[in-house]
């Protein structure tokens, strides 16, 4: 684990420099020790030649026989008589630099090689003599290091034994208290990143691992209790505007309702009409068959128009699929068609040259279609357009809408038109448009038309939500709509929907 190795690697560095300045400083007091020990040894030793040598029974040849057999005792040291005044004297002479020795009074060691070249420590100490006689011990500094290498293995095996054992019980203990519930918290937070909130961390701790995997159990619960009030307002929001749309469905139903009317009407006068002939008797065989066939052929005509009707006011399902938005087009201006022309209003087609083939819902798309037809039915017969006069001489009212299809390459859109999802979203896009050459509108309720509720008809002609929900409804499509409009001249809206790369050939 990365955690317990690292901090076994900052023990170990904290051990190596604590134990490494108690070793220095260790080494430093055993020298000291070993100096103020040589020095004690002379001390002594000079202490008893003193009144030795104020003896008249002691000759300095007895007191150099004193000497060697001291020195033989003591194995690792040899004392001698010195005098630095008496340099010319090879028995008398110090091993070290008589000038060194003159001026001294006191006890004085020095580090000083000896004649065979091994450092060797001398301790000088003045006897109190009248000729300046000094006691000279010499000891090989090899049997003091020896003493201090032995301090130094025994503090570096020290710290191996410790820095093992250390690292044994931080590397099982950061496994055990410290591994383990990482690798618990980080599962959960990689489930909770994966969406999934269920499975809560048991730690079972009172330290701050246990807090925190208390914590983020907690965190879970709140977030699930927060997805499941998000998911019930979304559910209640989306029927809400299923809602909304259906009641807009049904209204563009009763604005369709007196075109329709008029277009049920003539065949109805047909079947009424061929119905009284059959039921005088005057027909002739032959005839009654003819009338027959044609009041099957007017009945059919009138279930293909209530079809096409309860087709559009029916709640559906969402589901999209492939859709050519030629024929659906074509299928919404012929429902629109009695409500035109009731207006003496011309819908001009221009469809795209091939299938204009696109995954939407057909249905939703219908009513977006739909909304903005009716819209500029509306708008149309606000404003009659100058009359003509027509072939027969008389006068007739001249008025149209026109709708196209095209098809466009993101990088020809204006690019603030644009978001960035929707140009990684599609290289190509289908614009269709809805030409009117009504009223109008101005700047300020062009900036306002797709807000929900907003409305210039009439209180009782119009909910204000027409546009809103086609707005919305071609978001969800992953497109959006644009207006242009003048005051005085017309508005055309153009829908954009994205289009497959390779547009489908037509037959």
């Known amino acids: 684990m990365k955690l317990a190795a690292k901090l076994v690697l900052l023990f170990l560095g904290c051990l190596a420099l604590v134990v490494g300045v108690f070793s220095f400083l260790s080494l430093r007091q055993a020298q000291d020790v070993a100096l103020a020990e040589h020095e004690r040894l002379a001390a002594d030793l000079a202490a008893t030649l003193k009144s030795d040598l104020r003896s008249a029974q002691h000759t300095p040849r007895e007191i150099e026989r ?82 201090l290498s032995h301090s130094l293995r025994n503090s570096a095996i020290s710290l191996m034994v410790v820095s093992a054992v250390t690292s044994l019980v931080i590397l099982l203990g950061g496994l055990w208290m410290v591994g383990k519930p990482l690798d618990q918290l980080v599962e959960k937070v990689h489930r909770v990143g994966q969406g999934d909130l269920s499975g809560p961390v048991d730690l079972r701790r009172g330290d701050e691992l246990g807090k925190l995997g208390q914590a983020v159990n907690e965190m879970c619960e709140q977030l699930e209790r927060q997805r499941s009030r998000i998911d019930s307002e979304t559910q209640q929001r989306l029927a809400a505007v299923g809602q909304l749309r259906h009641a807009d469905r049904l209204r563009t139903v009763g604005r369709l309702a007196a075109g329709l009317a008029h277009e049920i009407g003539t065949p109805l006068n047909v ?74 209003i011309t819908i001009d087609l221009r469809p795209w040259r091939d299938a204009a083939t696109t995954e939407l819902d057909s249905a939703q798309m219908q009513q977006v279609l739909t909304n903005l037809l009716v819209n500029a039915v509306h708008a149309t017969q606000a404003r009659p357009t100058p009359s003509q006069k027509s072939a027969a001489g008389s006068e007739e009212l001249s008025k149209r809408i026109e709708v196209s299809i095209d098809r ?52 009782g002609e119009g909910t204000g939500l027409g546009l809103s929900i086609a707005y919305g409804i071609v978001r969800e499509h992953a497109g959006w709509i644009e207006v242009e409009s003048q005051l005085g001249s017309g508005s055309s809206f153009s829908v954009y929907l994205p289009a497959p790369a390779e547009p489908a050939q037509s037959c």
């Not at 001291?70 to 110090?94: F, I, K, T």
């Not at 101005?442 to 008809?457: A, M, N, V």
């Open 66 to 147: 004193v000497l060697m057999v001291w020195s033989e005792e003591v194995n690792h040291v040899r004392a001698r008589l010195v005098n630095p005044h008496q340099a010319g004297d090879p028995s008398l002479r110090p091993t070290v630099p008589a000038d060194l020795l003159i001026r001294s009074t006191k006890v004085t060691t020095f580090s000083y090689p000896d004649p065979s070249g091994h450092s060797t420590m001398y301790t000088y100490v003045p006897l109190d003599d009248a000729a300046g006689t000094q006691l000279e011990v010499a000891a090989a500094e090899a049997f003091w290091t020896e003493r």
């Open 271 to 344: 079947v009424s009409g061929r119905a009284e002939l059959i039921a005088s008797g005057k027909l002739s065989g032959e005839d009654v068959q003819s009338s027959a066939r044609t009041i099957k052929e007017q009945s059919q005509r009138i279930a293909t128009i209530v079809q096409e009707l309860l087709n559009f006011a029916r709640s559906k399902t969402p589901h999209r699929a492939p859709v050519d938005l030629n024929r659906l087009l074509e299928e919404t201006i012929k429902l629109l068609r009695p409500m035109a022309d009731k207006h003496n």
């Open 408 to 459: 466009l390459r993101a990088a020809e859109i204006d690019p603030c038109r644009l978001t960035a999802e929707q140009t990684e979203l599609a290289e190509f896009y289908w614009r269709v448009t809805v030409t009117d050459f009504g009223i109008g509108m101005g700047p300020d309720l062009r900036d306002s038309i797709f807000e929900p509720f907003f409305t210039t008809k009439d209180v």
